[in-house]
C-alpha cells in the first residue's frame, strides 16, 4: 500500500477548516485521567522479515480447507515495503526529464 503522508500546509489547512490552533486541540476534550502518564508497555520491536514471519505463523494457523498452485518457480522471499514506494516514483517509470 502506498504511504502518502500530509504535508504541513495539509495538516494548516485542515486545522484551519475545523478551526483549530493546533494538533492539541483535537485532544483537550478527553479528561485528564485517561491522558497517558507513563511509557506504554509493549513488546520488543521486530524487525519487518521477522513481523511477516510473525504473522505468517499466526496466519497459519488457519485452516483454508484448499490447495493453491501458485509460484511455479516464484519462491517466497522478503521484500522490504520501501521498495514499493520507490517504485512509484516517477523518475523509476520513464527516462523523460522535463
Avoid: C, K, W
Avoid at 490447495?67 to 516514483?89: E, T
Amino acid at each position: 500500500m502506498r504511504y502518502l503522508p500530509h504535508t504541513d500546509e495539509d495538516i494548516r489547512r485542515m486545522l484551519e477548516q475545523i478551526g483549530a490552533s493546533g494538533l492539541e486541540d483535537l485532544f483537550e476534550s478527553i479528561p485528564e485521567r485517561l491522558h497517558l502518564t507513563g511509557p506504554l508497555r509493549l513488546p520488543e520491536p521486530l524487525s519487518e522479515p521477522e513481523l511477516a514471519e510473525h504473522v505468517r505463523e499466526l496466519a497459519s494457523r488457519n485452516d483454508a480447507g484448499a490447495l493453491h498452485f501458485l509460484g511455479a518457480g516464484a519462491y517466497p522471499h522478503h521484500v522490504p515495503a520501501a521498495v514499493d514506494s520507490m517504485l512509484r516514483r516517477g523518475e523509476f517509470f520513464t527516462a523523460y526529464t522535463p
